[in-house]
């Protein structure tokens, strides 16, 4: 299920904690069994959790914790808008729902050609750039107006074109 790579990469992170912290590894782990498998299951958790030495459970808590965990497989491109207030204050509804009509699905959901998956996410920290998106949980966009959104989302359909 997760490769001899991955565990390998596991090996490094633990390296840099001391030897009985190694579950301070837990989100570095998980992070490479999403980059590996693409989102986390609940084996690959149970794997984390043999290899630091922690309950399921804990490492779980863990994966629903943050959002940047996809519990599910997403779409090639991950849109997060920021709902909390000052987004919201600022047009971080409006952004979510004008996404929600231009990709056809509602928050939460994956498009039917696996391009694009849509969530709600907490505050992403740059309340004075919203509303704010963060794509594949890497790309914070600011300043997402209509007209920017229209401009992202076709040019991540354009560049998977072929």
Known sequence: MISEAAIARFAKEVAKYPADQKQSAVMACLAIVQQELGNVSADSEKVVADYLGMAPIAVREVTTFYNMYNQKPVGRYKL???????????????????????????????????????????????????????????????????????????????????
Do not use: W, Y
């Open 80 to 162: 997060n808008v920021c709902t909390n207030l000052p987004c919201q204050l600022r047009d971080g509804a409006s952004a979510l729902h004008h996404l929600e009509k231009k990709l056809g699905i509602g928050m939460g959901e994956t498009t039917k050609d696996g391009m694009f998956t849509l969530q709600q996410s907490e505050c992403l920290g740059a309340c004075a750039d919203s509303p704010v998106m963060l794509v594949n949980d890497r790309t914070m966009c600011s300043f997402m107006s209509h007209e920017k959104i229209d401009q992202l989302v076709d040019a991540l359909r354009a560049a998977e074109a072929p």
